[in-house]
T-cell receptor, first 113, second 111 residues
Framework: EAGVVQSPRYKIIEKKQPVAFWCNPI?????LYWYLQNLGQGPELLIR????????DSQLPKDRFSAERLKGVDSTLKIQPAELGDSAVYLC???????????FGPGTRLTVL | SQQGEEDPQALSIQEGENATMNCSYK?????LQWYRQNSGRGLVHLIL?????REKHSGRLRVTLDTSKKSSSLLITASRAADTASYFC???????????FGDGTTLTVKP
């Protein structure tokens, strides 16, 4: 069974540029999460989807971050414009349902110069 | 702020010794999960313990849960150098529909 796929693995951009991350969850998983992880810290939830509906986006900085989950499968997370403080690892995870075991992708390491 | 908090922040032991990490949380939970993260990688699920369970084993891992004290512990027995990683606990509340992670314990196992 394929795991959670994320791309790209690494991204370096200059501040004020846009950037997008893509996630393909495990087949059949209804719940999809995007997390931000800073060095030495645990993952912080940005947004959680139940199928195609964003049910928890309270921590998503909506002035510059947006996300979508088309047809309740793949998801993209976008930042526009990126700021220096956005440098971090962006993790995608999926689970059969909310509060179940989460399966994580390898993450995208973003560096904003 | 994170709900789950791991203790200690860092732990360094010799190969063959046991490693114990603790997790404290604040609100009611349905289950608690432990994850491992190797440097530069995503998190890998280790074990899930439900709120009505007190102890659970998986290979060299033993997890306990004390809901009265709102705490959990992860014991790794006979540690190996390959166990070197960061370990996170995540508390899950079905009503809230999400899990909340702590900042982890960084374990170093010296060969």
């Amino acid at each position: 069974e394929a795991g959670v796929v994320q791309s790209p693995r690494y991204k370096i951009i200059e501040k004020k540029q846009p950037v997008a991350f893509w996630c393909n969850p495990i087949s059949g998983h209804n719940t999809l999460y995007w997390y931000l992880q800073n060095l030495g810290q645990g993952p912080e939830l940005l947004i959680r989807y139940e199928n195609e509906e964003a049910v928890d986006d309270s921590q998503l900085p909506k002035d510059r971050f947006s996300a979508e989950r088309l047809k309740g499968v793949d998801s993209t997370l976008k930042i526009q414009p990126a700021e220096l403080g956005d440098s971090a690892v962006y993790l995608c995870a999926s689970s059969p349902g909310s509060a179940d075991t989460q399966y994580f992708g390898p993450g995208t390491r973003l560096t904003v110069l | 702020s994170q709900q789950g908090e791991e203790d200690p922040q860092a732990l360094s032991i010799q190969e063959g010794e046991n490693a114990t990490m603790n997790c404290s949380y604040k609100t009611s939970i349905n289950n608690l999960q432990w994850y491992r993260q190797n440097s530069g990688r995503g998190l890998v699920h280790l074990i899930l313990i439900r709120s009505n369970e007190r102890e659970k084993h998986s290979g060299r891992l033993r997890v306990t849960l004390d809901t009265s004290k709102k705490s959990s512990s992860l014991l790794i027995t006979a540690s190996r150098a390959a166990d070197t990683a960061s370990y996170f606990c995540a508390t899950a509340n079905t009503n809230a529909g999400k899990s909340t992670f702590g900042d982890g314990t960084t374990l170093t196992v010296k060969p």
